[in-house]
Every structure is written in C-alpha cells, then in structure tokens.
Antibody, heavy 121, light 108 residues
Framework: QLQLQESGPGLVKPSETLSLTCTVS??????????WGWIRQPPGKGLEWIGS???????YYNPSLKSRLTISVDTSKNQFSLKLSSVTAADTAVYYC?????????????WGQGSLVTVSS | EIVLTQSPGTLSLSPGERATLSCRAS???????LAWYQQKPGQAPRLLIY???SRATGIPDRFSGSGSGTDFTLTISRLEPEDFAVYYC?????????FGPGTKVDIK
C-alpha cells in the first residue's frame, strides 16, 4: 500500500525558505508513470495546488507561486521535495504531498497526512 | 484560471438522507476533468470521484458524480455517520488546477 510522509521544519521565519520533503513508501517514484504533487491548505481554508514533478525531474508549477518555487526529486531516496523562498505569513499552511495520476489527469490519490508550517518570527 | 464555486456552503442533514452537492465552474471544464474529495477534521483529503463520474478505488457506491461543462454534482444517496465531512471539487482541465471552497455536510 502506497504511503507518503511529509517532513521538515514546522516553523520558518519571514523572508526565509520553506523546505519540505515527501518520502514515498510501498512503491517507487520512478518508472510508474505517475506524477507527484504538492498541495497546501491554510488553517481553516481551502486547498491550493502548488506544483508537480515527474521522476525525470520535469516540473510544472502554479503560476502564482512559480517565482518562489522549486520542486525536485531524488529517486535514490524515493523522495521529492519542495522549496518556497521569501515566505510570508500568507504561506502558513498544512502542506500535503500526494501522488498525481498523470500529467494530464491531475487528481491526487493518496495523500500524505500533511505537515503544518507556520511562518513567524 | 478556472474558479470553482460550491453550494451550499453547509448542508445539514440526518443519517439516511440524500445529499446533493453542487460545483460550478467559471468556464467550461474540458473532458469533464473534475474530481471530488472528502476531508474529515485533522485528516488529509481522500479522493472520491475523478473524471466527473468515476468512483475511486474502495469508494462505496452510495457516492456518485455527474455533470459536464460548468455544472457538476456529487450525490450521496444515503448518508452514513462517517460521511459527515467537508467535500471539495477540483478541476484539472486547465492549469492552474483549482479547488472549490468546499461544502460542509453536518448532522442535523
């Protein structure tokens, strides 16, 4: 059974870089045809797609975050990662990683449990 | 960017009743590229429906999706106690892929 687990600091200072890693178990990131995505949810609010990556390193991002965003993959560790620079309080959210069915069929299943990241000094 | 609107914001029903949730898009969604998710407090969303009407693996058949173009519906035929949750629609017809604000189904 495929499982995803987010990890990273729970507190980041304003203007710094938020970094999270998603570790995939029960399956392989590479060679499966799936993409891998990041989605976030500010406390008490709705969901926002951040961006997605293929095992080859091909990425596509939400234009609203693109200038600050880097998503990368490490197939040797079966992990993919998120870096969001110049964070503000508006970036405070639960960050989820999830498997995405494909490039064009962008639904997410399953999801990790989520990691709360608070931006505060 | 396609904006999704969900209605009602909250739906108060009793177990055994039928729930009808609406998702409306600001422009037509190509090829019915719409998904539905269920989220319970403190949990990650769970995929229910993709392709507007295809149930995800393990999803009970009391959940059904329909619609095309700009108007989509999620129906729960008979509410079970575990179905009280927030439901989100998501479009993947065009990037950026966007979610609706959610409909909360709570116990009347």
């Amino acid at each position: 059974q495929l499982q995803l687990q987010e990890s990273g600091p729970g507190l980041v200072k304003p203007s710094e870089t938020l970094s999270l890693t998603c570790t995939v178990s029960g399956g392989f990131i590479s060679g499966s045809g799936y993409y891998w995505g990041w989605i976030r949810q500010p406390p008490g609010k709705g969901l926002e797609w951040i961006g997605s990556i293929y095992y080859s390193g091909s990425t596509y991002y939400n234009p609203s975050l693109k200038s600050r965003l880097t998503i990368s993959v490490d197939t040797s560790k079966n992990q993919f990662s998120l870096k969001l620079s110049s964070v503000t309080a508006a970036d405070t959210a639960v960050y989820y990683c999830a498997r995405q069915y494909s490039y064009g069929w962008v639904w997410f299943d399953p999801w990790g449990q989520g990691s709360l990241v608070t931006v505060s000094s | 960017e396609i904006v999704l609107t969900q209605s009602p914001g909250t739906l108060s029903l009793s177990p055994g009743e039928r729930a009808t949730l609406s998702c409306r898009a600001s422009q037509s969604i190509s090829s019915s590229y719409l998904a539905w998710y269920q989220q319970k407090p403190g949990q990650a969303p769970r995929l229910l429906i993709y392709g507007a009407s295809s149930r995800a693996t393990g999803i009970p058949d009391r959940f059904s999706g329909s619609g095309s173009g700009t108007d989509f519906t999620l129906t729960i035929s008979r509410l079970e106690p575990e179905d009280f949750a927030v439901y989100y629609c998501q479009q993947y017809g065009s990037s950026p892929f966007t979610f609706g604000p959610g409909t909360k189904v709570d116990i009347k």
